[in-house]
C-alpha cells in the first residue's frame, strides 16, 4: 500500500502535465498508467496541432484552455526542446457548386470569424482568393490563423513526462485500474498479474477513453464514452507549402473535417475523418481512399487518388451525460477528493498545460 498527495489515473498528455503541476507544488504524486508505453491512445493518434481557439462556444472550458494551453505548451516547447512549427491554418470556404452554396460558406466562414475572436483568438485574417497564394487550395474566401501550429506530439508527451519525474513524481506504467473509492484505488499489474492498492489524499481519473469506466467504479454513473474514429491517409508529398487546410467544421460534430495536415518532420496527412467506432481499440481505416481524395480535393487539390495510402488512426472520448452529448470538457469531483476529466477530446493536445493547471488547483479553491 502507498499513501501519497496525489494519483493520476492515466499517463497521457492530461496525466502527464496534471502530474508535473502537482510535482511543482512540492506534493507527492504517483501516475498509474495501463499502457507499458503511455502516447499510444488519444494523446499520440492525432494531428499534432497546437489549436488557436476559433472554433469553442466563448467562456467555454475549451476555449479558455486552448488559447492558454497553446502559449503554455510553446513555452514548454522552446524549454524542452521539443519540435514545433507555427505554420498558421488556412479555413476555406472551399470548393462550392451553386450561388446558395458560395452564399452559405461565406457566411458560415463570418460566424466562425466572429466566434474566434469573441474566445479571444487573435493573429487572424480573412484571405480572398487563397489559392492565389497558396497553390490548389479551393474557395473564394479563407480565415487564416497566424497562431495556429504543429507539435511533435510524441516527444511532447515524453518530454511533459520527463519534466514531471525530474520535478518528483513517479509513473507506474503496466497497471490496470479495477476499483476505486474515496482515499484508494485498486490496480492490477500487467506484467505479474499481481493487485497492488494506492491509497491518496487526491485522485484524478484522466483515463481518457476510458475515463468513463473509471468514473463509474468510483459511482458516478451518469457518463458514457462512445469513442469516435478518425482516419488518416498519408500523402505521397506535401504541399508546396507549410500551411495546415481546413475546411468549414461541420455543425453537427466537435470534429473539424478531412483537412491537409503535416506533421514537424514533414509527412503529409490528409484526415481525419468522423465515424462511430465499434469499440475503445478499433483503430482500422475502412473509408476508401477515393472518397478521402473526394473530402480533399474539396479544399485541396492537386493530388489524385493514388497518392493516397492508408496511415493511422485515432479515437475521440466522444462523451454523452444521460444520453446527452457533452460538448465541452468536464471536471467533476465525486466522491469527494476524486476529480474526473472527462470528454477531453480536440483540442485536449492544445488545451493539456492549461486544462491539467485547472484539475490540480481544484482541492485548493
Known amino acids: 500500500m502507498c499513501v501519497l498527495d496525489d494519483l493520476i489515473i492515466g499517463g497521457g498528455i492530461i496525466g502527464s502535465w496534471l502530474a508535473l503541476h502537482c510535482a511543482r507544488r512540492g506534493r507527492s504524486v504517483a501516475v498509474a498508467e495501463a499502457a507499458e508505453k503511455p502516447g499510444d491512445g488519444i494523446s499520440g493518434r492525432n494531428s499534432g496541432v497546437l489549436h488557436a481557439g476559433l472554433y469553442y462556444p466563448p467562456g467555454s472550458r475549451k476555449a479558455e484552455h486552448c488559447i492558454r ?134 485522485i484524478y481519473n484522466a483515463a481518457g477513453l476510458h475515463a468513463d469506466e473509471v468514473a463509474a467504479a468510483f459511482g458516478v454513473q451518469v457518463y458514457e464514452v462512445r469513442p469516435n474514429r478518425g482516419e488518416y491517409y498519408r500523402l505521397a508529398r506535401p504541399a508546396p507549402f507549410r500551411k495546415l487546410v481546413y475546411p468549414l467544421p461541420a455543425r453537427s460534430s466537435t470534429a473539424l473535417g478531412v483537412h491537409y495536415a503535416f506533421h514537424v518532420n514533414g509527412d503529409a496527412y490528409a484526415g481525419p475523418n468522423s465515424m462511430p467506432a465499434d469499440h475503445k481499440r478499433d483503430y482500422r481505416i475502412v473509408m476508401s481512399r477515393e472518397e478521402f481524395h473526394a473530402s480533399l480535393a474539396r479544399i485541396l487539390e492537386g493530388y489524385k487518388p493514388e497518392d493516397l495510402q492508408p496511415g493511422y488512426a485515432g479515437l475521440r472520448p466522444r462523451l454523452f451525460r444521460l444520453g446527452d452529448a457533452c460538448t465541452d470538457f468536464v471536471l467533476h469531483e465525486a466522491p469527494r477528493g476524486v476529480l474526473h476529466l472527462l470528454g477531453v477530446e480536440s483540442p485536449g493536445l492544445t488545451a493539456a498545460p492549461s486544462l491539467a493547471e485547472e484539475a490540480a488547483l481544484w482541492f485548493t479553491n
Open 69 to 202: 494551453g497553446r502559449a503554455l505548451a510553446i513555452e514548454f516547447a522552446e524549454k524542452h526542446g521539443v519540435p514545433f512549427e507555427l505554420c498558421g491554418k488556412l479555413i476555406t470556404t472551399g470548393r462550392t457548386n451553386t450561388a446558395d452554396e458560395r452564399a452559405a460558406a461565406l457566411a458560415r466562414l463570418e460566424t466562425l470569424y466572429e466566434n474566434a475572436r469573441a474566445s479571444g483568438a487573435v493573429g487572424l485574417e480573412r484571405m480572398p482568393r487563397p489559392g492565389d497564394v497558396y497553390p490548389g487550395v479551393q474557395g473564394e474566401l479563407a480565415l487564416h490563423s497566424t497562431r495556429t501550429g504543429v507539435i511533435a506530439a510524441p516527444d511532447y508527451l515524453a518530454a511533459v513526462r520527463a519534466a514531471a519525474e525530474s520535478a518528483g513524481a513517479i509513473f507506474l506504467l503496466g497497471r490496470r485500474f479495477v476499483a476505486g473509492a474515496a482515499g484508494r484505488a485498486e490496480f492490477q499489474s500487467l506484467r505479474d498479474g499481481g493487485a497492488e492498492l494506492i491509497c491518496a489524499e487526491r
